[in-house]
């Protein structure tokens, strides 16, 4: 009798299933993937050649697993997509909060349960997703949160203190034989680190002055800020010690990897008789303007600068586009750099500056958003390549462009300005106004960053010329 077919004790013996442990079955599922030359996951990037090896020797070594990593470095997103290495369904005793294994069960109730019933206890199939819980840690998270309280409900019944029936199981407990994630593992109080310890280390919990014996099956991982994890006393030695392999996480390292997780992560919507986009040089510099914040001295480096503030930035640019877009009538919207200047709300919440001054902020967004759009431009062109059009700025020509002029409005200059067909070319821009638009204001600001035009601002309005 297959598996899926079983429903009780019986007729699970009857199908010759075994039951693993979940490190066993992890390490199982793992060696099968690898075998097949299958990817672990699929919408993780940047870790390929990093994290995923030692993610994968940590599992076929039985280790529990600390990710040590500032924000936005996925560790949530991996701990939770471990459970694609998990069976897709395990049978368990129908009814019990523990989950317990139908074979040997370990909780008191499912015990007499199989003593009194056999083969003929009814048992559950459990899929892979109800198979993991997860805690953030906070300074007020309580023993009763995650290894359980006595209910008072079951002792108002007429059950003594000091039987195990009474307990009401916390979230450790109810993860048994499954994958449990703490997150933020340095902000839990020291004496509940202890009784943390002691369910995965002795086997046993203390509640209310009430021990017994729980050999919980659970894989425990937890994640942290480095800088937390390393500090003394901000968590126990013991526990430290209980992790067998610890993973250091980290940002993209290129711009490339950047930008395929915006492509990836990017809210998306289905805007009837409207496109919007970006070209590859805006993505580009949202990217770039991150990997600058992650170097900079004015941002904290110790809260880290997230994936998120990527993702977002790219968002409000493309929104602000869009917005453009059904202002002027257009049924295309394009990134501009005109568009810019709204990364500022994006950008305000998601990093730590060093100086604390007001107003501060904005000039040090708006310092970086030039280096990234000189950054990009330089490795793209050289100044030397717009002799011709610099030395028609010297002779008097004043170009103005603007978030809110029409796309259309840039065939028009593009022409004035002559000679740009190679350069934008080159970006992979077409005829496309839209488009053209993007391009044209790319090449204008990047001559102007590299000091071989004047700016002049005039409101949502921009002057390039040479005075």
């Not at 069976?87 to 040997?104: A, M, T, Y």
């Not at 009763?144 to 108002?156: C, F, T, W, Y």
């Not at 280390?201 to 659970?218: A, F, N, S």
């Not at 350069?423 to 071989?452: C, D, Q």
Request: net charge negative; proline share 4%.
């Amino acid at each position: 009798m297959s598996k899926e077919k079983a429903r009780n004790v019986g007729e699970l013996k009857q199908s010759g299933y075994k039951v693993l442990s979940v490190k066993e079955e992890l390490r199982k599922n793992l060696i099968r993937k690898i075998s097949k030359g299958e990817k672990l996951f699929s919408d993780i990037i940047g870790y390929e050649e990093t994290v995923i090896p030692q993610l994968e020797n940590a599992i076929l070594a039985g280790h529990d697993i600390i990710f040590l990593g500032e924000r936005g470095q996925a560790k949530t997103r991996i701990i939770r997509e471990l459970t694609s290495l998990l069976d897709e369904e395990v049978p368990c005793i129908e009814g019990c909060e523990i989950n317990d294994n139908p074979f040997k069960p370990i909780c008191k109730n499912c015990r007499s349960r199989l003593e009194t019933e056999g083969d003929k206890l009814h048992i559950t199939w459990l899929p892979r997703e109800g198979r993991y819980g997860e805690k953030l840690a906070t300074p007020d998270t309580t023993i009763a949160d995650l290894i359980g309280e006595v209910d008072p409900i079951r002792v108002a019944e007429g059950r003594y203190l000091s039987d195990e029936l009474t307990i009401h199981y916390g979230l450790v407990p109810r993860t048994n034989r499954g994958i449990f994630c703490i997150n933020e593992l340095p902000d839990l109080a020291e004496r509940i680190q202890v009784g943390l310890f002691n369910i995965l280390e002795e086997r046993d919990i203390q509640i209310r002055g009430y021990k017994i014996r729980l050999p919980l099956d659970v894989y425990l991982v937890a994640s942290a800020n480095p800088e937390d994890y390393t500090s003394r006393g901000r968590i126990i030695t013991p526990l430290k010690d209980r992790y067998g392999s610890q993973i250091r996480t980290h940002y993209p390292r290129t711009i490339e990897e950047e930008i395929s997780i915006v492509e990836l992560e990017k809210t998306r919507y289905e805007d009837s008789g409207f496109t919007a986009d970006a070209p590859i040089f805006m993505k580009e510099i949202v990217a770039e303007f991150s990997a600058l914040a992650r170097k900079s001295p004015d941002v904290n480096q110790k809260s880290g600068v997230s994936v998120r503030l990527t993702i977002c930035n790219y968002e409000v640019m493309i929104g602000n586009a869009m917005r453009r877009a059904v202002k002027l009538g257009e049924k295309r919207a394009v990134a501009r750099i005109s568009d810019l200047p709204y990364l500022l709300a994006s950008t305000t919440g998601k990093i730590e500056l060093e100086s604390i001054e007001e107003g501060t902020g904005g000039r040090v967004i708006e310092t970086l958003l030039q280096k990234a759009v000189l950054n990009v431009f330089n490795r793209r062109f050289s100044v030397q390549e717009f002799t011709d059009l610099i030395q028609r700025f010297e002779g008097g020509l004043k170009v103005d462009v603007s978030e809110d002029i029409a796309s259309k409005n840039y065939l028009g200059l593009a022409e004035v300005l002559g000679g740009l067909g190679p350069a934008l070319e080159r970006l992979g821009i077409g005829k496309e106004p839209a488009e053209l638009a993007s391009g044209v204001e790319f090449i204008l600001e990047g001559l102007h960053l590299n000091r071989r035009l004047n700016k002049e601002r005039q409101g949502v309005k921009s002057v390039y010329g040479v005075h």
